[in-house]
């Protein structure tokens, strides 16, 4: 199994920057594919950035040139959030998705972290 633990969320003024890291343990050298995930308030959780194996990054429309999502090794994920706006408030979650018991696919999320972006 794998276990998720996110860091570094936190209160910034639009215009700000804040950075998310998600750290894996367990069976992380089987994960495929990490990302993170935000529900806003009265809102559906939705994908935020999404970072498969080969290094292909994905990002949602409304962070695309704002937010970088990078590993820097099988058990580290990070978010990178620049240019913050007050509709980037939300809870976000981290994602792992792979074989973790050798052959089946399953996913974990991690307990989410608070960004709140106020002015």
């Known amino acids: 199994q794998v276990l998720l633990v996110e860091s570094g969320g936190g209160l910034a003024h639009p215009g700000g920057s804040l950075r998310l890291s998600c750290a894996a343990s367990g069976s992380a050298f089987r994960i495929k594919t990490m990302g993170w995930y935000r529900r806003a308030p009265g809102k559906q959780r939705e994908l935020v950035a999404l970072s498969a194996s080969g290094g292909i990054t994905n990002y949602a429309d409304s962070v695309k040139g704002r937010f970088t999502i990078s590993r820097d090794n099988a058990n580290m994920l990070y978010l990178q959030m620049n240019s913050l706006k007050p509709d980037d408030t939300a809870v976000y979650y981290c994602?792992?998705?792979?074989?973790?018991?050798?052959?089946?696919?399953?996913?974990?999320w991690g307990q989410g972290t608070q960004v709140t972006v106020f002015s």
């Open positions: 994602n792992a998705a792979g074989p973790f018991d050798g052959t089946t696919w399953s996913a974990v």
